[in-house]
């Protein structure tokens, strides 16, 4: 009988991610629920184990949008070492915010948190099989934003257009094309490994608190809006192709690809350039304080 697979999904106490370690329960994973609440923790595995009685939770508290926090996390997470991590927690902050260490929330949360915890659960999964999956975004929506790789903090700060009130959805769409970039830099430093990294864009879904806090002019409305615009079937739909990438027996030893809806696509050329994803992973080291190379 095949030992049980362990799981890891961060933003896991609502909507997609929660959707997302549901389905990797009922698949019979013991799944660690990552989040920044402590009562969200407990209401998230209230409702899933009200669909699933069987499913094996563990509960981790942590702020992603702090290196040593999720530092400490990346340690408690490896014991036992995953064989599934999925990257899913994402936020959208004010410009002017910044986080006790001096980074924005946003770029923090979207892109540091998953590269610095990927990294780090490289070591201890060793040479045994597990795939990464990392949580996108549109590629033909963010085309257009291009990501300034010799100064990451500066995609938080300039060229972010004329209405302050969007700002942040520019911000937040910088960090989720350096989510792509991860997934070709650190599949290309993973290769003759059993470690595969994928992408994939759930489609703009309702439920998923992504703006949850912000009541700013156009940014309130943009959210409000786009709750109009969803695709059909919620949360759960949301997680198909995310759940997909992290269990199906077909995709062993499928890497460095970007999926929407179970089918690989092409991102911005911008996002696929060897030279610029190198430059995006070594300044994401410099600011984690970590080596360029693993």
Not at 265 to 275: L, N, Y
């Amino acid at each position: 009988m095949p030992s049980t697979k362990n799981a890891v999904v961060t933003g896991a106490t609502s909507g997609i991610g929660e959707a997302i370690a549901r389905n990797l329960a009922t698949a019979g994973m013991r799944v660690v629920l990552v989040g920044r609440s402590d009562d969200r923790l407990l209401q998230a595995r209230h409702r899933i184990l009200a669909d699933v009685p069987h499913a094996d939770l563990r509960l981790e508290r942590a702020d992603l949008s702090l290196i040593s926090e999720v530092r400490s996390l990346a340690k408690r997470v490896a014991d036992p070492p995953p064989d599934v991590v999925v990257s899913n927690a994402a936020v959208i902050a004010g410009i002017g915010d910044r986080t006790a260490e001096g980074h924005h929330p946003t770029l923090a949360t979207n892109h540091l948190a998953p590269y610095l915890l990927l990294r780090s659960l490289i070591e201890p999964i060793g040479s045994r099989p597990a795939r990464f999956v990392v949580v996108g975004a549109s590629p033909r929506a963010l085309a257009r934003l291009p990501v300034d790789v010799d100064d990451l903090a500066r995609n938080a700060t300039h060229d972010l257009g004329k209405a302050r009130s969007l700002q942040p959805l520019v911000v937040y769409g910088r960090t989720k094309n350096m989510n792509a970039m991860l997934v070709y830099a650190l599949a290309r430093r993973l290769r003759g490994t059993k470690i595969t990294v994928n992408g994939a864009h759930p489609g703009v879904i309702r439920g998923t608190n992504l703006g949850h806090g912000h009541n700013r002019g156009l940014l309130w409305a943009f959210g409000t809006i786009s709750q109009l615009l969803v695709s059909p079937g919620g949360p759960e739909a949301g997680a198909d192709t995310p759940t997909w990438l992290a269990t199906a027996p077909e995709l062993d030893g499928v890497t460095g690809q970007f999926f929407v809806k179970r089918k690989a696509v092409a991102t911005a050329p911008h996002t696929t350039d060897p030279a610029r994803c190198d430059r995006l992973w070594d300044e994401s080291a410099r600011l984690v304080g970590e080596p360029a190379t693993l």
